[in-house]
């Protein structure tokens, strides 16, 4: 059932590539310290970098899409693309690595909510204008039949603090920023057995311009993605979007990482961003909630496997960190959502997926061998996952997920 040999050699592959890889970043970091201190830092200019098609995963934003602004001596600026070549390591690859080295330094499992204590609660609870039943610690905005409000003590099992940094935040944005956060953490409870203290804080905060994202952010490379979740402070930092939907997609990607380092820990990065991916296709409905499987075919297509997918899935799951986010990610990223999406489709993939987190949770310091895990219990083992997650990219379905 499992390819032992595959995996040695997928494994002993993925430690020359880290050699190399972690070469690359020591060179990319030192040219880059030296353009600091020799040209000052990096203007912080808008960095155009349009919205990709559908079923494409953007965060952070393709670096193929990205331009940079520099400054010459002997004339204006000008823009410099990043990374048209997908095989060279880009800018944005350094940041990433150096933004995943520094969340090395936080907590394994962050437990934040042991320490909260009990207070008497308001809970809001009123029939909206379609006829669906709401429960939450937030007054309704607009038509509301029914409003009672109901003082509870205790604590929420999570609460999220939404504001604007420079832009006035409309009521039903930090409402849905809450309803939100609640269902993905519900689904993680129910769906999957993650289990933690109530009380959870989260803040969100949305950003309107580049120059005050990538300040708040506190990398000037990273100007060009759409949202971060720093461990250091529980804080979800959202780049603005025209299109309203887009702010919540961002939001409830870095949500579930959010969840993931207070509830489980070092989750391997294929499975965490896999999750963040999927999440941020739920429909939140009262309390109820889906994901609507109906991604352009096209786009997951080019992420498709050759076979039976086995040595592509293996791969994928020992990238961890900097070998995940490196130049190709954005094929990983898809990759990564098939798997999940695969794995909640049905109830023994529910149960293998919970079985990961629950031993990552056991031992969160370190990201735990999530392929054996799903080679015992997944039915059919790791060939046959391989196998679904193959055929899944092949031939995407066109389903919804209800929870």
Request: aromatic fraction near 6%.
């Amino acid at each position: 059932m499992w390819k032992s040999q595959s995996l040695a050699d997928a494994s002993r592959g993925i430690a020359l590539m880290r050699t190399w890889l972690l070469l690359i970043l020591l060179l990319g970091c030192g040219v880059l310290l030296w353009q600091w201190h020799g040209t000052g830092p990096i203007p912080l200019e808008r960095i155009e970098a349009p919205r990709a098609a559908t079923g494409q995963i953007e965060r952070p934003v393709p670096p193929e899409a990205m331009r940079v602004p520099t400054v010459s001596a002997e004339g204006p600026e000008v823009e410099v693309p990043i990374g048209a070549d997908s095989d060279e390591t880009s800018l944005m690859d350094v940041a990433l690595a150096a933004m995943h080295a520094a969340q090395l330094d936080q907590p394994c499992l962050a437990g934040t909510a042991s320490k909260a204590e009990a207070r008497k609660v308001a809970i809001h609870r009123w029939v909206d204008e379609s006829g669906i039943l709401h429960f939450s610690d937030q007054a309704p905005v607009g038509k509301a039949v029914g409003h009672r409000q109901i003082e509870v003590e205790g604590l929420p099992p999570i609460v999220v603090n939404a504001s604007g940094y420079d832009v006035n935040l409309p009521d039903f944005l930090a409402q849905r920023a809450v309803a939100d956060a609640q269902a993905i953490e519900r689904i993680l409870r129910g769906s999957l057995g993650v289990d933690g203290d109530p009380g959870l804080v989260l803040n969100v905060e949305f950003i309107a311009s580049a120059q005050s994202y990538a300040q708040r952010v506190g990398n000037p490379l990273m100007i060009g993605s759409e949202g971060t979740y720093s461990m250091a402070d529980r804080t979800i930092h959202v780049r603005l979007q025209d299109q309203k939907e887009a702010n919540f997609e961002i939001l409830r990607h870095e949500i579930t990482h959010a969840l993931i380092h207070e509830r489980i820990g070092s989750l391997p990065t294929a499975l965490n961003e896999g999750m963040a991916g999927y999440f941020e296709r739920l429909e939140v409905s009262g309390l109820g909630a889906r994901v609507e499987i109906h991604e352009s075919t096209a786009s997951l297509r080019s992420a498709a496997v050759g076979g039976d997918g086995h040595e592509e899935l293996v791969d994928l799951l020992a990238r961890d960190g900097m070998l995940f986010y490196a130049a190709g990610r954005e094929q990983r990223y898809l990759r990564a959502y098939a798997l999940i999406a695969v794995l909640m489709g049905n109830p023994d993939g529910r149960q293998a997926l919970g079985a990961v987190l629950s031993a990552q949770r056991s031992a969160p310091c370190r990201p735990i061998a999530s392929e054996r895990l799903l080679d015992e219990h997944y039915p059919g083992g790791l060939v046959k996952l391989a196998r679904d997650w193959a055929g899944w990219l092949r031939d995407p379905p066109r389903t919804v997920q209800a929870y």
